[in-house]
């Protein structure tokens, strides 16, 4: 098992940044890939990016490419999504996700944490 744990939202104005972070405990050797999801309210749950724990390599959703950007710290347990030039439609509860090898979903999901953005 792997527990997950977000922090770092809040309230920011239209135009700033925010910082996420993930803390992973558990068996985090089985880990392959970590994501960050979002769900705002009335709609359906939606990726936000993608970081392979090992690699590093990196994948974003079209709506916070070039504003969004996500990173692993494996010697920490932890990876992190720094939000710039934030808009009132980033608004959402973001969760981060892990993925274990050899599974095309996620397999365990933080809790969740508040993201406002005011306009």
């Known amino acids: 098992q792997v527990q997950l744990v977000e922090s770092g939202g809040g309230l920011v104005q239209a135009g700033g940044s925010l910082r996420l972070s993930c803390d992973a405990s558990g068996r985090t050797s089985d880990l392959y890939g970590m994501g960050w999801f979002r769900q705002a309210p009335g709609k359906e749950r939606e990726f936000v990016a993608r970081?392979?724990?090992?690699?590093?390599?990196?994948q974003y959703a079209d709506a916070v490419k070039g504003r969004f950007t996500t990173s692993r710290d494996i010697t920490k347990k932890a990876v992190s999504l720094q939000m710039n030039t934030l808009k009132p439609e980033d608004t959402a509860v973001y969760y981060c996700a892990g993925q274990i090898s050899g599974s095309l979903s996620y397999n365990y999901w933080g809790q969740g944490t508040q993201v406002t953005v005011a306009s």
């Open positions: 970081v392979g724990w090992f690699g590093g390599s990196t």
